[in-house]
């Protein structure tokens, strides 16, 4: 497979620049796996497209404020991002420019001041940073001197940040959100549960491997970035006993994907914290996962060919191509799909 093969045409007016007032008024297209079949929702209507036995497993790390301002020492304005921590004080990071080892790039406001040093620099253009401040309180720091790193093709300020959370994202750890889940309301978490539909949880934070595109032309040339996921003992329980009576498991998102079909390599869903990196394209044989809802994704991705592996190619493709003509609106606050 070439990546050219994972490419539609999307006019610049669909990519959605900005949350709808109402989490749960997106729209919704059931897309069915095995005939290509389309149907069109809105996303509060969600409990009724389901079965009573379902079970719906969520992502809900939380967004970091991982994007950070500030000035090189020798003079510049700089940009870094932090991906995922490494030892104590030092993280992974991407810096724009790329700082050279030694290099540093002082963030400073209302009194606060958060030194980065780049420490080293990997083949793949990454650096190990190291943070600090006066007073030793870095995440404090971060929490103030922060932004939470919104995708680039988002050309407009959030007015409100916490629309680029989930409403149930507590553990700290992702540098974008796991989009599926924006579309979640009490109401809608309260609808689910009146109809008997399971909600589990688990924590993928979501990193490079996600979002990176793809700079190879064959798709098995690519290699993921690892990201690291928890599944909870008790979750993965439950998870393999709906599994085993034939119950329908239903991935919120890629990136609980991801980790469902990492944790289920040998058949069994395997709980624990661990590193993926795994790839999932067509051709690929699904272990956990029986559906999935997600946004619409960007060409020539790896979560669109993600999708592709679940309901084919041709039919997500046909499904992005009338939802262009249908005006939803596309990636991280635009509309959603439903594959089953």
Not at 87 to 98: K, V
Not at 217 to 223: K, N, Q, T, W, Y
Not at 295 to 319: D, I, K, Q, W, Y
Request: proline letters at 7%; one cysteine or more.
């Amino acid at each position: 497979m070439q990546v050219s093969d994972f490419d539609y045409e999307l006019p610049p007016d669909r990519i959605a620049q900005e949350p709808l007032p109402e989490r749960d008024a997106s729209r919704l297209l059931l897309l069915d796996r095995r005939t290509g079949g389309i149907a069109h929702h809105r996303f509060r209507e969600l409990p009724d497209l389901l079965r009573p036995d379902d079970v719906l497993v969520v992502n809900d790390s939380k967004v970091i404020p991982a994007r950070l301002h500030g000035r090189k020492t020798t003079g510049g304005q700089a940009e870094v991002l932090l991906v995922r921590p490494l030892a104590e004080g030092e993280w992974l990071a991407m810096t724009r420019p790329g700082l050279p080892p030694g290099g540093r790039v002082v963030v400073a406001r209302d009194g606060l001041r958060l030194t980065i040093e780049a420490l080293a620099v990997a083949d793949d253009g990454l650096r190990t940073v190291r943070l600090e401040t006066d007073s030793g309180e870095v995440a404090a720091a971060l929490a103030e001197l922060g932004e939470l790193p919104t995708p680039p093709y988002i050309h407009r300020r959030l007015a409100d940040p916490g629309r680029y959370q989930t409403i149930y994202a507590a553990p700290e750890g992702s540098i974008a959100a796991p989009t599926a889940g924006l579309h979640f309301t009490p109401r809608v978490l309260a609808a689910l549960e009146a109809r008997g539909i399971a909600v589990e949880r688990l924590t993928l934070h979501v990193g490079l491997g996600t979002f990176l595109p793809v700079r190879t032309e064959a798709v098995d040339d690519h290699r993921m970035h690892s990201e690291w996921y928890t599944l909870p003992p008790e979750t993965a329980a439950r998870l393999n006993v709906a599994r085993k009576a034939g119950r329908r498991v239903i991935a919120i998102g890629t990136t609980a994907c991801r980790a469902l079909e990492s944790a289920a390599q040998t058949g069994t869903i395997q709980p624990g914290s661990r590193e993926t990196a795994l790839f999932i394209r067509p051709g690929y044989h699904f272990q956990a996962v029986d559906g999935l809802l997600t946004n619409f994704h960007l060409p020539r991705s790896t979560l669109l060919m993600l999708v592709s592996a679940l309901a084919g190619r041709e039919h997500v493709l046909a499904a992005y191509a009338e939802a262009v003509e249908a005006g939803y609106r596309f990636y991280s606050f635009g509309d959603a799909m439903l594959i089953l």
